[in-house]
């Protein structure tokens, strides 16, 4: 079945630092691929999207590109501020059954 | 456009109770979706709604129901609570579910429930 795997966390960097949270996929045909934020006590914000191969998803400075050779869709981030402290996740449409299936989540702090 | 709401934002109950949870879509969205997030488990889907019919489920015990009324706001119901109930429950919309090209669930803020 269908499937994200992403790295586990949590990942610590100073302000200014470049990010790279690694995500991978299996699934049948190519979903849209996403990457969702949540900040503590809120729920899950979109962050971006790719919905077919070598489309790049970009917000907030954040990047991914939906790689089909290597199933990857990785995070990343040029210079990374305190207010992204946040867990991430990386998540694929099962558009047949009508629901996202998600990885299990990184956490990142960033400290000052 | 206002965003996806759900009420209550927090909850306390006691085993054996049951807890009714609210949720109201994106305007203009016809599908509903419930997922549970615990610490252990991550986001695990529930259910699916879209025009007052679950076309998927979950796999959780028949204890967690939902509808959907015909303004598409969905309600969601848990019975006879166990302590392993104690979750953040997260209610998303998208246009039609099939969260292909632009169509793309929104999140709420979640209802977190305890069970004490």
């Known amino acids: 079945g269908n499937s994200v795997t992403q790295m586990e966390g949590p990942v610590t960097l100073s302000e200014e630092a470049f990010l790279t949270i690694n995500c991978t996929y299996t699934?049948?045909?190519?979903?849209?691929l996403f990457w969702y934020v949540q900040y503590p006590g809120e729920g899950l914000q979109l962050l971006l999207k790719?919905?077919?191969?070598?489309d790049k998803g970009s917000n907030k400075g954040f990047e991914a590109t939906y790689r089909k050779e290597t199933t990857s869709f990785h995070l990343e981030k040029g210079s990374v501020q305190v207010s992204d402290s946040a867990v991430y996740f990386c998540?694929?449409?099962?558009?047949?059954?009508?629901?996202?299936?998600f990885g299990a989540g990184t956490r990142l702090f960033v400290k000052a | 456009k206002a965003g996806v709401t759900q009420t209550p934002r927090y909850l306390i109950k006691t085993r054996g109770q049951q807890v009714t949870l609210s949720c109201s879509p994106i305007?203009?969205?016809?599908?509903v979706s419930w997922y549970q997030q615990t610490p252990g488990q991550g986001l695990q889907f529930l259910f699916e709604y879209f025009s007052e019919t679950q076309r998927n489920k979950g796999n959780f015990p028949g204890r967690f129901s939902g509808r959907q009324f015909s303004n598409s706001r969905s309600e969601m119901n848990v019975s006879t609570l166990e302590l392993g109930d104690s979750a953040l429950y997260l209610c998303?919309?998208?246009?039609?579910?099939?969260?292909?090209?632009?169509?793309?669930?929104?999140f709420g803020p979640g209802t977190r429930l305890t069970v004490l």
């Open positions: 305007s203009g969205h016809r599908s």
């Open positions: 998303a919309s998208s246009l039609e579910g099939g969260l292909d090209g632009t169509d793309t669930q929104y």
């Open positions: 998540a694929l449409a099962d558009t047949g059954g009508f629901k996202t299936i």
């Open positions: 790719a919905t077919k191969a070598d």
């Open positions: 699934a049948t045909g190519y979903p849209s």
